[in-house]
């Protein structure tokens, strides 16, 4: 039964630059699959991971940032819970219920590193790049989750919901 699921509590990053591009990160896993066991092949998606066990949303927002780009608290301006969704998937692997939270955070460097990502991370990890919104849409890539474009433009715009929206993060691509 799925509500048996291993439970992976994460918090990704919509993080702003001051061109108003979105970092998304780029990952080759063949080892995180849709729940039925395919692989779309090379992803991207905004940045963020799994929260530790007792930290709270901004504790694990504030670690990812610097895990994933060497960027700190102070290099950016943190704004707003804005979205959250689940859904099963194979994760690394494993079959786990994943429940994602999406923070708005800004900054006015375009400059990151990968040299602090995990070890695992590493692993599938290739790069990040700046997205322009005209960029997602046009992309013959994979982005994750697939709704960016549709929920996207309120968030650059600074139009945040007045309470974290429910997104569907089970969306698959239209393309194999």
């Avoid at 092949?41 to 007792?54: H, L, M, N, R, Y």
């Avoid at 819970?81 to 375009?110: C, H, I, N, P």
């Avoid at 994750?144 to 309470?163: A, C, G």
């Amino acid at each position: 039964m799925s509500s048996e699921l291993p439970i992976h509590n994460s918090v990704r990053l919509l993080l702003i630059n001051d061109q108003n591009k979105l970092l998304l990160m780029c990952a080759d896993d063949p080892t995180t699959t849709t729940k039925e066991g395919v692989y779309y092949g090379k992803f991207w998606f905004p940045i963020g991971g799994e929260s530790e066990p007792g930290e709270q949303l901004m504790e694990t927002a504030i670690r990812e940032l610097k895990e994933e780009t060497g960027l700190e608290e102070k290099d950016v301006i943190f704004g707003p819970q804005v979205w959250f969704g689940e859904f099963d998937m194979v994760l690394s692997g494993k079959m786990k219920r994943l429940k994602q939270k999406f923070v708005v955070a800004y900054t006015e460097t375009s400059d990151t590193t990968l040299e602090y990502l995990t070890k695992e991370e590493q692993k599938v990890i290739e790069k990040t790049a700046w997205f322009t919104l005209d960029d997602i849409k046009q992309s013959t890539e994979i982005i994750y989750p697939v709704v960016l474009p549709d929920y996207l433009p309120d968030i650059l715009n600074r139009n945040y919901p007045q309470e974290p929206i429910w997104i569907d993060l089970a969306k698959k691509p239209n393309y194999s």
